[in-house]
């Protein structure tokens, strides 16, 4: 097959509707970039051998994610880049090791196709990166003006190793919490993007696969109690996650949590709390106390943890809540967000 061999310069409705236009765009644009065995054939579905997966574990772990971040395209990375890397996180807080991704596109009529090339190569690169590949996917365009660009789900299959059962019901008192760097960092990013703000600071996404740091970690302790990607909501979500699901009380040392000054100078303009907002390659983890030190060692030795730190621990407390020890030595309690602080961040 020749490299590119679509002539079309913009997306038309033509690309969506099941003919020769469409199967243009697909064996140009995806199965040209993707590339692999499993997506080459273009049946219906991908087919694996099961006993291969086994091998490997006996739980699978399966998650879906879709993608409507706006800008597209921004410092560090792409909403390809996030779609991969979103979903590879997803199956990554299990303990499992992905291994397989389906990508569906939403297309909007008059879409760039160079633009379309750079974010599907983006995602291959990603997918690449972390050792997955994207095995199926689908196509379908909507009018000019009935979309934005793009919009991206994929959904993702990961092998879950024997012996390994994190869960957020599971973190117990004496548990300490760890992140493995500074928080905020993709929340600040697309908001300097859009432009609203016209800041003069150098602000990228932290979008990275975090599947190897678990294993890292699960190297050193086997029994990490629980693990979540502080994403949408940030890391003050997932703490009261934790909390909720475990009926525990989680507190949490304000002055501990890495934040980027430049994060936290958008966030003080703005009147913004930077635990709320999105990260796309952080992680938070509740360790039981007696392997935290060790389980901290590995995550600064990995390039995705070098900036580790302990913020809190699970203590005695009422259950099902999140009490912030702030700079001012008081204490404050850590709600769920309600509403949307930044829409469309992911």
Do not use: W
């Amino acid at each position: 097959m020749s490299k590119h061999t679509l002539k079309a310069a913009t997306i038309t409705m033509a690309h969506g509707a099941g003919g020769k236009a469409m199967r243009d765009l697909i064996d140009d644009v995806f199965v040209g970039t993707f590339d692999n065995e499993h997506l080459n054939g273009l049946e219906d579905q991908a087919r694996f051998d099961l006993a291969a997966l086994q091998q490997q574990g006996t739980k699978l772990a399966f998650t879906t994610d879709s993608y409507v971040v706006d800008p597209i395209e921004f410092p560090g990375g792409n909403i390809g880049t996030l779609a991969v890397n979103g979903t590879v996180n997803d199956l990554a807080v299990s303990g499992a090791m992905p291994k397989y991704l389906s990508c569906g596109m939403i297309l909007e009529e008059g879409m760039p196709v160079e633009q379309l090339r750079r974010i599907v190569t983006s995602m291959k690169q990603a997918a690449d990166e972390a050792g997955v590949m994207i095995v199926t996917g689908d196509t379908k365009v909507v009018p000019k003006g009935k979309g934005d660009k793009c919009f991206i789900n994929t959904t993702g299959i990961g092998v879950i190793p024997d012996g390994v059962n994190i869960s957020a019901k599971r973190c117990q008192t004496g548990d300490k919490i760890i992140v493995n760097g500074f928080i905020g960092d993709h929340g600040a990013a697309i908001l300097n993007a859009r432009g609203d703000l016209a800041l003069d600071v150098e602000l990228k996404t932290d979008c990275q696969p975090l599947h190897g740091l678990v294993q890292a970690m699960l190297a050193v302790c086997p029994d990490i109690h629980a693990v979540r990607d502080a994403s949408r909501g940030g890391v003050a979500t997932v703490l009261c996650e934790f909390a909720e699901s475990s009926q525990v009380s989680i507190r949490l040392d304000d002055e501990a949590v890495p934040i980027r000054e430049e994060v936290r100078g958008v966030c003080e303009i703005l009147g913004l709390e930077a635990l709320y907002f999105a990260n796309e390659g952080k992680l938070v983890a509740a360790v039981p106390a007696e392997s935290a030190d060790s389980v901290l060692s590995a995550m600064r030795a990995h390039p995705a943890g070098k900036d580790a730190a302990i913020i809190g621990e699970v203590a005695e407390g009422k259950a099902g809540r999140v009490v912030v020890k702030t700079f001012f030595g008081g204490e404050r309690i850590m709600d769920m967000l309600v509403g949307e602080q930044l829409p469309r961040i992911c």
